[in-house]
């Protein structure tokens, strides 16, 4: 919640009376309820271009609020600074005497004691009346019991001072930052007094391709509302845009989920497919034993690892293994497994082979090689 200094509208200050002693007179509506709209800027909401404020009536009427009028100055325009007890003497052309409620609005009986600002009214230089007051806005947005939308509501209103003022440039059309120079608030919807010329206070804004004819606050709420409502537009559209990239996304995932579970399902191995991995590692584990490896090395082996291992053991130090290809260790690995998987000759066969063998001289005596009926062809001389 924020404090601000305002400064709203209210009107013609007419039904004067003047006294014999130049005093003027009049009963006037010094404020009222409902909604009231302020530039973003003004109000400290530069994102907003405009500001939907609603004073509600158990604030403008509530007592101690109207009770505020009682007894201020009546000042020749809006002073630049508030009105106190130190500049009172400064400011007052003249004095609210009294308050009270009339339906929507309140009603005051001003008494102008300047000279020469009672001129200024009687002569028409200065006729518009001006509240000025501090209040607090509490942001919060809603609709009025009328069903009008608001951004803030005004409360805790306290009147400073009621001014007459000059009529605006260009009669009551829209000025944004009116009076901002002295820190005063101004609403941007000021009712068109008889002095405005109703055609040059005419708008015309295009709304979904129509032509809508309104005055120059109309304009500036219908386009605040195009704003948002092209804002919002641009919010839908990012919106779809992430979704459809999500929904890509998700169509991405599907497929590589059904490639994964498609490569699963290759990758599973048969019964038949099982049993022959099963004989290769148990031939390659038992080859690798008859090179001289342990059951225990190769438990955490496969079939390559046990096939290199076998092999280095082999080799021992007499060749560098581990620069060997993976062909070349296989083929190392099958050619020494069937050698010396062959059976060794029995006792005695080697000799009994060389006995008879014609080339070699007979370890066997002639005589039990005739005995034999073993017949030596005779070596030529």
């Not at 007592?63 to 600074?81: Q, Y």
């Not at 000025?175 to 068109?192: L, M």
Request: aromatic share 4%.
């Amino acid at each position: 919640m924020t404090d601000f200094r305002f400064a709203d509208r209210i009107g013609e200050l007419t039904g004067v009376q003047r006294h014999p002693d130049g005093f003027l007179a009049a009963t006037v509506k010094a404020a009222r309820t409902g909604i009231q709209v302020y530039s973003g800027d003004e109000v400290g909401k530069p994102e907003m271009k405009v500001v939907r404020v609603y004073r509600p009536e158990d604030e403008v009427m509530r007592r101690d609020s109207m009770g505020t009028f009682k007894g201020k100055a009546v000042t020749d325009g809006h002073p630049k600074e508030r009105v106190t007890a130190q500049n009172d003497k400064k400011y007052r052309g003249g004095t609210i005497m009294g308050v009270a409620r009339d339906g929507e609005t309140v009603a005051t009986d001003v008494i102008i004691t300047d000279a020469s600002l009672a001129q200024k009214v009687e002569d028409g230089t200065a006729r518009q009346l001006s509240a000025g007051y501090t209040a607090r806005l509490e942001w919060k947005a809603g609709n009025t019991p009328q069903g009008e939308q608001y951004d803030a509501v005004q409360c805790d209103i306290y009147v400073d001072h009621l001014a007459v003022v000059v009529e605006a440039r260009g009669g009551d059309e829209l000025r944004i930052g009116d009076g901002a120079e002295h820190g005063v608030i101004y609403p941007i919807n000021r009712a068109v007094t008889k002095e405005t010329n109703m055609s040059d206070a005419q708008k015309t804004v295009v709304v979904d391709g129509r032509n809508v004819v309104t005055d120059a606050a109309g304009e500036i709420l219908i386009q605040g509302l195009l704003d948002e409502k092209s804002a919002l537009t641009d919010q839908v559209s990012d919106l779809e845009t992430k979704v459809s990239d999500q929904a890509k996304k998700i169509e991405t995932q599907d497929g590589e989920i059904a490639s994964l579970k498609k490569s699963l399902d290759d990758s599973k191995m048969t019964p038949k497919e099982l049993n022959a991995l099963v004989a290769s590692r148990d031939g390659t584990m038992k080859k690798a034993k008859d090179m001289g490896m342990s059951e225990k090395d190769m438990e955490d082996m496969d079939e390559d690892e046990m096939k290199k291992a076998a092999v280095k053991k082999k080799m021992s130090d007499s060749a560098d293994v581990d620069a060997w290809s993976d062909e070349r260790i296989a083929g190392f690995f099958d050619a020494h497994t069937v050698s010396d998987a062959k059976p060794k000759p029995a006792p005695g066969k080697e000799a009994l082979r060389d006995g008879i063998n014609p080339g070699k001289k007979s370890i066997f005596g002639d005589k039990v090689m005739k005995a034999a009926g073993v017949k030596f062809k005779k070596e030529e001389a």
